[in-house]
Structure formats: structure tokens, C-alpha cells
């Protein structure tokens, strides 16, 4: 039998009685990351505001530590779970010290004085947010990236068992978020702490999460670990993505191809080729590439950008109706691109050579 | 640590000083109330007559019974005013909502004005206590408008001026019911309509007293939940806040201040805005649990300097209390306003 800390059961939820996605079906246990992705406005927000009790839910139950959270005394509940949302908060003539100190509610008395316990809390919350520098500054003075940070030191001030965060990498820059990642993950190891979250970054929630619950339509589509989610095609469904693509491995994002007819060919390969793929996209030429074997690192972008694409299979050797078919498309093109280095190739690519001469006597190079 | 602690210790010493300014600022203008007037009255006497000593009759009469209950009112009832004032900026998020320019003030006025001509009419006595709570029940309905449009109006500024215009309809009513009274007393309710501080009797310095008091007690339990309040509803409901509980604790208390100021003393304009301000930015600070009983200093040491200047500058002829508090309160309203602007562009 194994041990939820946290689950829902048949948890419906929506506005004002109106069920808007229903039968979601979550669980984690202690120091696992729960992710929720899926399309703006899907309701991933409404989801984490009903398990935090902000929405009343429509039906269902969510349980934690085996408790249904509705028996829980709002006391209770804060020394439990604490959250950080989207919502700008302003507090006036605070300092983050301040800030971070609320935190500490649940713990103090009558008049909310914070004992010698409390401030050594408040202490090592800042500091393992790195922000212990920010103590005395004030709060509204800080940029988007500390005041995030400062609003996470606060909910871990909290000592939660659980921690609840609405989009918390919106704001920042690549180098917070992957720092504000890097501390949620360090604090699900150290201290068990169960993470629920929502994430725009696809490819962060893939790394981060132990699990990946997929919000779409009235349903959570998909509950799974990242192996079982990320699945060849299902994140363009999921989006309903009509433009683009998105590869599952890398998590990369390519924009639409240029239609049409290929008018340049791009012999290429090992990565060199991806940037001139896009440069063709930018300027709107639609192009054919080759000859890759389907392992290169070229080919998913290939795949992605090009018209065509002479794909050989990995590990062989090229084949001559490979040969053949690029050969056609060279001859059909107004250019052709090289980003090889034909002096040094090896035993497996020597045809590549044999591509390059081939256009060259044609005068496309 | 040594030096966190060093700074702890700096901020503490600074609270403490700033507290014993507001306690002097209070006394001092209290003393200057009972002492100056159409007759001076030097401080040793006042301090002869309030021992208990025996004095020259004349003057225990006008310490005993002129300043002395005004002074006493203008102080409370500018604490209460203060205080009522932080609570509703507390409660809105909003710097400049006030007893005043919410209409609260008002709509107390309207429903007290009513009752006043309906029995001066009947020539029936009324009580400090039904004067207080007609102005709860003005107050409530005003704070009932006002926290309808809060539902449809998103907007903090619009809901100002919403607040602004409901103070203007039952300033309106009120004058059209003040001007059509037949009675001899309309002098006295015509001042009050303004507001003033004066025809304060000991009868009413008590029930001020009780109700201030007990009222001003009951925010000062409320800091706690008050701070996490600070960082917004959604907070602080997760730090376990009984929100709906607390919201209507708010709004009970700040009506029952804004009301008991209008009861014995009318409209007072500004206190609510500039004070909380100034004493935030003395301190330093927005934690509740000093910003509570230092609002109510800094109102009852505004009111009480307001309070002298309308009696004093034009003596014999007495200015509105309003006249006074708004030339001195409306500078720093306008300083904040403007410069909150400049910090949200910055």
C-alpha cells in the first residue's frame, strides 16, 4: 500500500458551484514535485486555489496525511501547507525581513511577536533562498526575481509539510528560474517537502517533476511521471498546437516551416546545420536537407523546418537511393548550403563529400 | 548576528522614541488647549484647578467646564478618527480611504441631522447613546453602499470617488433637511453639521470615552490578524485567517469610530488619510501592533492642535474643525499621492 501525503479524490472543481474541470485524480507522496501543464486558461490556477482552500470546490475530497483537508482548522492547515501565488502583493513600508516573517503566523501568539525561535527560522529560510542580503531592503524596491524569492522564503518560514506555487517562474529570467528550481528540488530532498505547482516551461517541468498531472478541456488528461507524459506528439495535442512543433527530448520549439517547393538544399550534420535551418525559416525560403542519419542532432529541427528531409537510418551506411534522391533535390534547388567540413570526414559520411562535389560542378555552391 | 542585533536594538530605541514624541506632542497641546482662549489661563493654575485645588471660580469654570471635556473630546475622538481611518485603508488596500472619503462620515451625519431635527421638533431630549447609534446606522448603511460597488468596481480610485460622491448626496440631504427645520437650536445644529469640536458636556466625555476606548481595545486584540490581512486576502486565508470573520470585525469597529467622531463632533475631514500617514513614515514601519495605538496618538495630538488653531486664529469667531484639519491634512495627502506615483513609475 503506498503512502499519499497528498491526494484528491474525484475533486471537481469550478465558480460558484459550476464544475469546470471534474474527476481530477491526484497523488504524491512526501519530497515529490507535482506539476500541473496545459494551455492558459485551462484551469491550473483554479485547481491549486481549490486545494488550498481559497475556492470552495464543487464535489469531491482532497485528503492530506490521510485527512480530509475540509476537517482541517485553518491553524492547522497553515502549519501544513503554505503557497505562493500569482497575485502582486504590496505591502507598504515592509522590508523583506518583514515579508518573510509573516510566514511565522501560524507559530506566534496573541499579539503575532516573534520569539528568539522564530527569528533563527526566518533567518535560515532567507538564507537558504539566498536572500539574507535583502533583510532591511524594502520590499516594494525589489526586482520581480528577489520579490519571488522573498515570497518563497516566506511560505517555507512557514515549515510546511506542503508547499503550493501558482506559476512561480513566470517573472523570472532563465538564470532564477533555474535557481528557484534548483531550491525547491534541494528542499523536497532535505526536508520531504511535497511540491505542488503549475509551470509554463515545459521542459523544466520535465526535469523537476516526479509527476505531471495535463490540464485539458473539463479533465485532467494525463497523470503520469514525465516518461509517461512526454510521449511522442502528445504535447502539440495537449496545446493544440496548429503552428510549430515541439520536440519531446530536447523541448524544442521550432516555428512554422515556409511552404512550397525547396528552393536551397542544406547538406549538413552533427548540429551544425540547425542554425541555418532557422535562418531559412526567418526568411521565409523553403528548404530540403540531407543527407542525416534520423540520430543526428540536425534532424529533429530537419524534421521540424524542412520540406524534406533524405533521412538514412542510424548507425548505417548511406544508401544509394539515398544518394539518388538528393542528388534530385540538388538539382532541383537554386542553392545549396553547406555547414560540413568535407576535408574531414569520416568513413561513414565520405557520400556527404560526394554531395559537395556533385554541386559544386553545378555551380550551386 | 552581532550586528542584526545592533540593528534590532537601533529600531526598538527608535519606536520607543518615536511614542514618547506623540505622548509629548498629545500633552502638550492638551495643555495648550485648556490653557489658551478668549481668557489665558496660566499652566500652574490649570494644574491647581485639575489637583483639585481651590481657584479663582471663574476660571475653574471655564477649565472644568469648556476646555477641559473639549480638549478631552477633540483627543479621543481624533484618536478614534485616526484609527478608523488606518482600519479602512487596512481593509481596501487603498491609502486615501477614510471615514470621509469613503461617505461614511457622511451618511452618520445624514441619519444623526435626522434624528436631531425630528426631536428638537418634538422638543424631546436625545442621549449621547442614541445620537451614537444614529450615526452607527448612517455609518453602515454608508460602509453597505460602499461595499456593494466594491463588488462591481475593481478599480481603487473609481471606488474613492464613488465613496466621494455618496458622501456628497447625504452632505445635500442633510443641508436640505438642516435648512428646512424650524427651530431656534439650528445655529448649534448647523456647526455640528460642520463639524466642531464644540458644546462638548461631561456626559458625552464619558460615553465618548467607553465607546472610543473599548472600540480602539478591541483593534489593538485585531493586529495580529491585521498583519497577515497586509499581504492580501489570499495570504493571509492561508495563514489562517477566518477571512469573512475578520472582514466583518473590520468594518464593524472602523463604523462604530467614524461614527462616535460624528456623533459629538460631525464631519472631520483628512485626519483619517494624513495621519495614518505620517505616523507610518515616523516609524518607519506598517506593523499593526505599533501602528495601532501610534495612530491613535498622532490623531488625538492632530485633532488637539487642529482644535486650537480653530478656536484661537480667528478668536472670537470659531472656525470649522474641517476648516483646519483639511489645510493642514490635505498638503500631505496630495505629497503622498503624488509621490506614490513617482515610485510606482520609478
Not at chain 2, 252 to 279: N, Q, R, Y
Request: hydrophobic residues 45%; charged residues 20%; aromatic residues 8%.
Amino acid at each position: 500500500m503506498e503512502n499519499f501525503y497528498f491526494e484528491t479524490k474525484g475533486l471537481v472543481v469550478g465558480y460558484q458551484g459550476v464544475p469546470l474541470i471534474k474527476n481530477i485524480e491526484l497523488s504524491l507522496k512526501r519530497g515529490e514535485i507535482l506539476t500541473l501543464i496545459g494551455p492558459n486558461g485551462a484551469g491550473k490556477t483554479t485547481i491549486l486555489k481549490s486545494i488550498i482552500r481559497q475556492l470552495p470546490k464543487v464535489g469531491g475530497a482532497v485528503v492530506l496525511f490521510g485527512r480530509n483537508m475540509e476537517e482541517l482548522t485553518g491553524k492547522e492547515l497553515s502549519t501544513r501547507m503554505s503557497v505562493v501565488l500569482t497575485e502582486r502583493v504590496r505591502p507598504e513600508m515592509m522590508t523583506c525581513g518583514d515579508v518573510v516573517a509573516t510566514g511565522r503566523y501560524p507559530y506566534t501568539g496573541k499579539f503575532g511577536v516573534l520569539s528568539e525561535k522564530d527569528r533563527q527560522v526566518v533567518k535560515e529560510s532567507m538564507e537558504l533562498v539566498h536572500i539574507s542580503g535583502l533583510e532591511d531592503q524594502d520590499f516594494a524596491k525589489t526586482s520581480d526575481g528577489q520579490k519571488q524569492r522573498v515570497m518563497l522564503a516566506r511560505a517555507i518560514c512557514q515549515e510546511p509539510e506542503i508547499i503550493v506555487l501558482d506559476e512561480p517562474t513566470s517573472f523570472l529570467d532563465i538564470r532564477y528560474k533555474l535557481e528557484f528550481l534548483s531550491i525547491i528540488q534541494n528542499m523536497a530532498r532535505t526536508r520531504r517537502l511535497s511540491v505542488v505547482m503549475s509551470l509554463h516551461e515545459l521542459d523544466l517541468a520535465g526535469r523537476i517533476s516526479h509527476k505531471i498531472a495535463c490540464v485539458k478541456g473539463d479533465r485532467i488528461d494525463r497523470f503520469g511521471s514525465p516518461e509517461e507524459i512526454f510521449t511522442p506528439g502528445y504535447i502539440p495535442e495537449l496545446y493544440e498546437m496548429s503552428t510549430g512543433s515541439y520536440e519531446e527530448l530536447s523541448g524544442n520549439l521550432e516555428l512554422k516551416p515556409p511552404e512550397g517547393k525547396a528552393k536551397a538544399f542544406v547538406l549538413s550534420g552533427g548540429g551544425t546545420g540547425t542554425a541555418v535551418y532557422r535562418r531559412l525559416q526567418r526568411e521565409g525560403t523553403p528548404f530540403a536537407a540531407g543527407i542525416l542519419w534520423e540520430n543526428d542532432l540536425d534532424y529533429p529541427s530537419a524534421k521540424a523546418l524542412a520540406v524534406e528531409v533524405v533521412g538514412e537510418r542510424p548507425f548505417c551506411r548511406i544508401q544509394e537511393a539515398r544518394m539518388e534522391r538528393a542528388r534530385e533535390l540538388i538539382d532541383a534547388c537554386e542553392q545549396v548550403v553547406c555547414t560540413m567540413d568535407v576535408e574531414h570526414l569520416g568513413d561513414f559520411n565520405r557520400e556527404l563529400g560526394e554531395l559537395y562535389r556533385y554541386a559544386k560542378e553545378r555551380g550551386k555552391l | 548576528m552581532e550586528k542584526t542585533l545592533g540593528k534590532d536594538k537601533r529600531k526598538k530605541s527608535w519606536y520607543f522614541l518615536a511614542f514618547i514624541l506623540l505622548l509629548a506632542l498629545v500633552s502638550v497641546f492638551l495643555a495648550l488647549n485648556i490653557c489658551i482662549g478668549s481668557v489665558n489661563i496660566p499652566l500652574g493654575e490649570v494644574l491647581r484647578l485639575l489637583g483639585g485645588g481651590g481657584g479663582d471660580a471663574v476660571f475653574g469654570d471655564i477649565v472644568w467646564q469648556i476646555r477641559f471635556p473639549r480638549a478631552l473630546a477633540a483627543m479621543i475622538l481624533g484618536g478614534g478618527l485616526a484609527l478608523s481611518g488606518y482600519l479602512l485603508q487596512t481593509f481596501f488596500h487603498n491609502p486615501i480611504a477614510s471615514p470621509f472619503t469613503l461617505g461614511i462620515s457622511s451618511g452618520a451625519k445624514l441619519v444623526v441631522a435626522m434624528v436631531m431635527v425630528f426631536s428638537l421638533g418634538k422638543a424631546v431630549q436625545i442621549s449621547s447613546m442614541t445620537m451614537i447609534l444614529a450615526a452607527f446606522l448612517g455609518a453602515m448603511i454608508s460602509m453597505g453602499f460602499v461595499l456593494l460597488m466594491s463588488k462591481v468596481i475593481d478599480q481603487m480610485s473609481m471606488l474613492i470617488v464613488a465613496g466621494v460622491m455618496i458622501g456628497y448626496i447625504c452632505t445635500a440631504i442633510t443641508d436640505f433637511v438642516v435648512t428646512f427645520a424650524d427651530d431656534a437650536n439650528i445655529v448649534n445644529l448647523h456647526n455640528w453639521s460642520r463639524g466642531s469640536f464644540s458644546g462638548i458636556t461631561w456626559d458625552n466625555v464619558g460615553v465618548i470615552a467607553v465607546v472610543i476606548f473599548a472600540a480602539s481595545f478591541g483593534v489593538f486584540l485585531m493586529s495580529k490578524p491585521i498583519s497577515a490581512y497586509q499581504m492580501g486576502e489570499s495570504y493571509a486565508r492561508n495563514m489562517g485567517v477566518n477571512i469573512q470573520a475578520f472582514r466583518m470585525l473590520l468594518v464593524l469597529l472602523s463604523s462604530i469610530l467614524s461614527a462616535c467622531v460624528t456623533a459629538f463632533a460631525g464631519p472631520v475631514s483628512f485626519v483619517g488619510i494624513a495621519v495614518p500617514h505620517l505616523v507610518k513614515n515616523l516609524f518607519g514601519t506598517s506593523r499593526p501592533i505599533l501602528m495601532i495605538p501610534a495612530n491613535f496618538l498622532g490623531g488625538a495630538a492632530f485633532c488637539l492642535f487642529c482644535d486650537l488653531l480653530a478656536r484661537v486664529v480667528f478668536a472670537p469667531t470659531e472656525l470649522s474643525i474641517s476648516t483646519v484639519t483639511a489645510v493642514f491634512g490635505a498638503p500631505v495627502v496630495i505629497y503622498m499621492m503624488i509621490r506614490r506615483r513617482r515610485e510606482r513609475a520609478a
